[in-house]
């Protein structure tokens, strides 16, 4: 019986990829990962980095409104977000990967919010969490940015209001099986407004 290739990280068993890159072909990454570990059992530099940057994501310290007490409970020992290398939040964005969107941005605050990401060194990740982060939410007046994704590239979005600590650890784990599968961060796929 003919043995079916691996064509797709989803037959590796990244379960996000499929929903996240529906309808599309075997990448370059992929084919290294099917012609060197099926043939040769070895693994790429490229992979080796990747693996490196998802273990050690650092998030930048940095709440909103209540979305952010949510997000603080993480590094909590219930939620305990040091199990998937996460829990070491920077105080200065230079030293951090991650910048988690944390509740409502009102329009004052998204010059100070893109400052911020501009200052996080690449590659860098941007999580929106919750429902105001991701939409404005419930908040659909002149005075809350209807959507952080205006101002910054964003590669996860988190359901919720608020989301809990699971819902968040959940886009964390999504986001590093992305970095590891060797997606690009979402600022080289799309451009945000400058
Ligand atoms: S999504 Fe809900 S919990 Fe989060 S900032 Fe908005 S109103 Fe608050």
Redo the contacts with the bound molecule.
Sequence with gaps: MAVRKKERLADYGLNSERVLWRGKGAGVFEQELGDLEDRLMLSTVDKAVAWAQGSSIWPDTFG???????MMSIVSSRYDIARFGAEVFRSSPRQADLLIV???VAHKMAAPLRQIYDQMLEPKWVIA??????SG???NNYTILQGVDKVVAVDIHVP????RPEALVEGIVRLQEKIKAGVPPAYEIRGVAS
């Design positions: 909103l409104a209540c979305c952010a007490i949510e944390s509740g409502r969490m919750g429902a105001c982060a991701s939410g419930m908040f919720g209001c608020p989301p």
